[in-house]
């Protein structure tokens, strides 16, 4: 058994629980992992917060998640190191570019003996070309040519993962490529709350604004 945690002092969505995880990966290497997701614009004490955060001690690497306004975004880079990300479905399909962070949606990264891989953007609920939305087909256009991971990083979560509600319906090509590929992690948002569950042989964490993940210990930890 090991113990799944989001705690904190502002997020009222937190909950501690204890289940089984899925299977983990055989001498997986400990990884802290700073989440950031949701924003939309950060408080003034979220951002020193994240400002106090160290590098090599409190996280490893940092994945952005989406919908975090321009302006964060560059507070950010500016702050945090190590940065990679995919975008959400209120930003710019070119905003990772435009701000100078790694945009990892169809790609992979390795990281400390991790692959990683991501998939950008929400369920296209509406008709807008230059927001980060795709369709279903498109998620699984997206999803089918991307290669075996540890860890999928995505804005949106699985079809009617967390809710059937037309517009927060989730991605058919997130189901696919778990269902394929069988990822140890999925790390999503869009949802605004912190949550667990399983889904096939994969552990899957929707994150709300700002959470470290330890590999290692599969403890999460949340920061605002």
Known sequence: MFEIRFFGKQNQNVNTRTKPLAPLLKGLTETKILILSDFHM???DELRMLSELKYGSDYDICFVLGDIERQ??????RMIKNIHGVTGNHDAKELLRVVGINDLNGKLLEHNGLKIVGLAGGFKYKDNDYVSMVSQSESSYIASRLPDADILISHDSAHNQVTDEYAHQGLIGISEYIDRCNPAIHL???????????????????TYKCNILNTGTMKIRNIF
Request: net charge negative; with cysteine.
């Open 42 to 44: 950060a408080a003034n």
């Open 72 to 77: 964060d975004l560059l507070e950010i880079k």
């Open 188 to 206: 999503y948002g869009h949802h605004h709350e912190n949550r667990f569950n399983i889904i096939g042989e994969t552990n899957s964490f929707c």
